[in-house]
């Protein structure tokens, strides 16, 4: 089994940045991919990000390019994602999950373990 605890977020000005970090225990995550995920109020989860176990391929979507980046340390089975630029908008509770089919794609479906979350709030 596979347990991931996340730590980071907060409370933010627009145009700052933050860092969530996610820990994976349990079993080894050899070969899975692992993504960040949001959920806003009243709104769906959605795909913010996903990295592939070598890191080999990355994914992200649209309204985040250019501002978050995803990677991890595989040694340390730990996954980030660095937010820069942030904005109101993206205030939601972040959710890092562990992808066993290492494709690490949009596909809510594909991501077997979550993360507790962990709140952001970006105040304008």
């Known amino acids: 089994q596979v347990q991931l605890v996340q730590s980071g977020g907060g409370l933010v000005q627009a145009g700052g940045s933050l860092t969530l970090s996610c820990l994976a225990s349990?079993?080894?995550?050899?070969?899975?991919?692992m993504g960040w995920f949001r959920q806003a109020p009243g709104k769906e989860r959605e795909f913010v990000a996903g990295?592939?176990?070598?890191?080999?391929?990355?994914y992200y979507s649209d309204f985040v390019k250019g501002r978050f980046s995803i990677f991890r340390d595989n040694a340390k089975k730990l996954v980030y994602l660095q937010m820069n630029s942030l904005k109101a908008e993206d205030t939601a509770v972040y959710y890092c999950?562990?992808?066993?089919?290492?494709?690490?794609?949009?596909?809510?479906?594909?991501?077997?373990?979550w993360g507790q979350g962990t709140q952001v709030t970006v105040s304008s």
């Open positions: 999950a562990a992808d066993p089919r290492g494709v690490g794609s949009a596909r809510i479906n594909d991501y077997a373990h």
């Open positions: 990295i592939r176990w070598s890191s080999s391929n990355i």
């Open positions: 349990g079993r080894t995550l050899s070969s899975y991919a």
